[in-house]
């Protein structure tokens, strides 16, 4: 398995523009993760879906953000409007009942 | 609520020295799961293990080896013989059971490690 598939990596924007962040899950895994990355908050956990279904979003910061998961084996994180205080690295993430989490490559989001 | 403390913040060795980063967690649950995760200069995170709350047993792999003591709440990682390929930042990471999954992570805020020649 080509393990988890994050695009872009990395992504400039200008502020108020949508942005979508994509991600693949390994294929199999029942549980998929957003956590965000910043140097004021470091790592935190956005969102997670178990069998496609949102489980629990209350690390979504505003709004603002939004997250589905329409397949097994596809999920995308969008921001609209963007802001500069969302530039950060989003990581995705999959995993199966009690294994470990395995982490995509991440997207690193600059908001200007 | 979970939380996992990495106090040291940066620590710098030279190379072929040991080092050990601290990792001490609070859990109310009596299930859980702790992890060490290393992030190299390349941004990805790469899973070292997973230790469950019911097995202490300390672990050797390689040249790392992990110290899990409940009485503690600690998870203690070392590095044996450090190499420069070893510079990271190293982050533990804790999972409560009762979430129904290992892989809803609260994590530590990291030690940079820096080994040099």
């Known amino acids: 398995d080509a393990g988890v598939i994050q695009s872009p990596r990395h992504e400039v924007t200008e502020m108020g523009q949508e942005v979508t962040l994509r991600c693949k899950p390994i294929s199999g895994h029942n549980s998929l993760f957003w956590y965000r990355q910043t140097m004021m908050r470091g790592l935190e956990l956005l969102i997670y879906f178990n069998n496609n279904v949102p489980i629990d979003d209350s690390g979504m910061p505003e709004d603002r953000f939004s997250a589905k998961m329409p397949n097994a084996s596809f999920s995308t994180l969008k921001i609209q409007p963007s802001e500069p205080r969302d530039s950060a690295v989003y990581f995705c993430?999959?995993?199966?009942?009690?294994?470990?989490?395995?982490f995509g490559q991440g997207t690193r989001l600059t908001v200007v | 609520a979970q939380k996992v403390t990495q106090a040291q913040t940066e620590i710098s060795v030279v190379e072929k020295e040991d080092v050990t980063l601290d990792c001490v967690y609070e859990?109310?649950?009596?299930?859980?799961?702790l992890f060490w995760y290393k992030q190299p200069p390349s941004g990805e995170l790469v899973f070292l293990i997973r230790r469950n709350s019911f097995d202490e047993q300390n672990e050797i792999s390689g040249r790392y080896s992990w110290n899990f003591q409940k009485s503690t709440s600690s998870f203690n990682f070392t590095i044996t013989a450090s190499q420069v390929v070893d510079s990271a930042v190293y982050f533990c990471a804790l999972s409560e059971a009762l979430t129904g999954t290992a892989s809803k992570l609260t994590f530590g805020t990291g030690t940079r490690l820096q080994v040099t020649l």
């Open positions: 993430a999959s995993g199966e009942g009690y294994t470990e989490a395995f």
């Open positions: 859990t109310r649950d009596t299930t859980y799961y």
